[in-house]
């Protein structure tokens, strides 16, 4: 019977994003396979979560895509970015506190891609006088990471309802860059 990767890393993904700290038999039991099975496909907690890594990569990536970020308003494509991004929040939400995800030589060349397509969405957004120009584009990116993984960590704990989830995201982004009319 041929393992389901798939399914192993996005059980490995769900439980992960509610505790962090599960153990390799944890997440075992969770993609309902033996540990045995795990190591032999995931040598060990590294290549667990690299191998996440690639599916977070590619999650963003392909809401980056579904978002159509070039067209329309730049604050219209920023909400469908987040909406399009939400069902993978979590999952992005434990790789951004990985560190070793983003130290080192090692570091995943997808992530730049990622980071420099949100970045050209603030850019063009500036450009058409809806962004504020004093913030860069580098750090209204890392602001958006933040602010996702808060609200995917809100969520999960139920401190926030799920359908709140893009705008509380959304205005709350946009709400500090969009620019003032000046008086």
Same mark, same amino acid.
């Given at each position: 019977?041929?393992?389901?990767?798939?399914?192993?890393?996005?059980?490995?993904?769900?439980?992960?994003?509610?505790?962090?700290?599960?153990?390799?038999? !944890?997440?075992?039991?969770?993609?309902?396979?033996?540990?045995?099975?795990?190591? /032999?496909?995931?040598? =060990?907690?590294?290549?667990?979560?690299?191998?996440? !890594?690639?599916?977070?990569?590619?999650?963003?990536?392909?809401?980056?895509?579904?978002?159509?970020?070039?067209? =329309?308003?730049?604050?219209?494509?920023? /909400?469908?970015?987040?909406?399009?991004?939400?069902?993978?929040? =979590?999952?992005?939400?434990?790789?951004?506190?990985?560190?070793?995800?983003?130290?080192?030589?090692?570091?995943?060349?997808?992530?730049?891609?990622?980071?420099?397509?949100?970045?050209?969405?603030? /850019?063009?957004?500036?450009?058409?006088?809806?962004?504020?120009?004093?913030?860069?584009?580098?750090?209204?990116?890392?602001?958006?990471?933040?602010?996702?993984?808060?609200?995917?960590?809100?969520?999960?704990?139920? /401190?926030?309802?799920?359908?709140?989830?893009?705008?509380?995201?959304?205005?709350?982004?946009?709400?500090?860059?969009?620019?003032? !009319?000046?008086?």
């Amino acid at each position: 019977m041929a393992l389901d990767r798939d399914h192993v890393l996005r059980s490995a993904a769900a439980l992960l994003t509610r505790k962090s700290t599960a153990t390799m038999d !944890e997440v075992a039991k969770a993609a309902g396979i033996s540990r045995a099975t795990l190591h /032999r496909h995931f040598a =060990g907690r590294d290549a667990l979560v690299r191998a996440l !890594e690639t599916l977070g990569i590619e999650e963003c990536l392909a809401a980056l895509d579904a978002a159509r970020t070039d067209e =329309g308003p730049a604050s219209e494509a920023v /909400r469908r970015l987040v909406r399009e991004i939400e069902p993978a929040a =979590g999952l992005l939400a434990f790789l951004y506190t990985e560190n070793q995800l983003f130290e080192g030589d090692e570091q995943n060349e997808g992530w730049a891609r990622i980071d420099e397509r949100i970045a050209t969405l603030f /850019r063009r957004g500036q450009a058409a006088g809806e962004f504020r120009i004093d913030l860069t584009p580098a750090w209204l990116t890392e602001a958006l990471y933040g602010l996702l993984a808060s609200a995917a960590w809100a969520v999960t704990e139920g /401190r926030v309802a799920p359908k709140d989830f893009t705008h509380m995201i959304v205005e709350l982004l946009l709400g500090g860059a969009v620019r003032r !009319e000046e008086s």
